[in-house]
T-cell receptor
Framework: DTAVSQTPKYLVTQMGNDKSIKCEQNLGHDTMYWYKQDSKKFLKIMFSYNNKELIINETVPNRFSPKSPDKAHLNLHINSLELGDSAVYFC??????????????FGEGSWLTVV | AQSVAQPEDQVKVAEGNPLTVKCTYSVSGNPYLFWYVQYPNRGLQFLLKYITGDNLVKGSYGFEAEFNKSQTSFHLKKPSALVSDSALYFCAVRDDSNYQLIWGAGTKLIIKP
């Protein structure tokens, strides 16, 4: 019973292609995230959605477009892939961050390699 | 500016010895602090968090962390290290301006048999 699941786990693709990563959570959370982890293991938030609405959009190229069909799903579509997009992408979820420090739960990651 | 720092890129400890992974923070309000662990080729797993209350927080896998307000630190500790504790450890603090987590750079913990 995976709490936050994302597919595919590994993705190798050529420059210029368009690809999507899917994410689903069964924790009943209302907030979902996409994080990027680079080759030096730095974690950077890309997007955050609450109840299907975008609440955080960090400085990310507009080739990256998140889509949330419902609060349990947050997919990431990437257009015109570039070599620099090679990274690990983590989906995560939590209750809405507010007064209390709600724990964020992560998926297992999607390893994207652009060749 | 709010920030979190993990001053050690890598920590090496012999199995059975106590371990400490350091974290310091800077926030304008009350700190909400988190530790996560990442095993190779895996996602991040929550270990423990400090919101309020007792300065010593106990978490998963026998880990604990001590909140020290005067030193603005939240060091992760374990009394007796296991080889299986070898992993990448991340400290995070909540950003008061948008309630999102600010992540440290990670510390690689190596436990030698």
């Amino acid at each position: 019973d995976t709490a936050v699941s994302q597919t595919p786990k590994y993705l190798v693709t050529q420059m210029g292609n368009d690809k999507s990563i899917k994410c689903e959570q069964n924790l009943g959370h209302d907030t979902m995230y996409w994080y990027k982890q680079d080759s030096k293991k730095f974690l950077k938030i890309m997007f955050s959605y609450n109840n299907k609405e975008l609440i955080i959009n960090e400085t990310v190229p507009n080739r990256f477009s998140p889509k949330s069909p419902d609060k349990a799903h947050l997919n990431l579509h990437i257009n015109s892939l570039e070599l620099g997009d090679s990274a690990v992408y983590f989906c995560a979820s939590s209750q809405l961050q507010g007064i209390s420090g709600n724990t964020i739960y992560f998926g297992e990651g999607s390893w994207l390699t652009v060749v | 500016a709010q920030s979190v720092a993990q001053p050690e890129d890598q920590v090496k400890v012999a199995e059975g010895n106590p371990l400490t992974v350091k974290c310091t923070y800077s926030v304008s309000g009350n700190p909400y602090l988190f530790w996560y662990v990442q095993y190779p080729n895996r996602g991040l797993q929550f270990l423990l968090k400090y919101i309020t209350g007792d300065n010593l927080v106990k978490g998963s896998y026998g880990f604990e962390a001590e909140f020290n307000k005067s030193q603005t630190s939240f060091h992760l500790k374990k009394p007796s290290a296991l080889v299986s504790d070898s992993a990448l450890y991340f400290c995070a603090v909540r950003d008061d301006s948008n309630y999102q987590l600010i992540w440290g750079a990670g510390t690689k913990l190596i436990i030698k048999p």
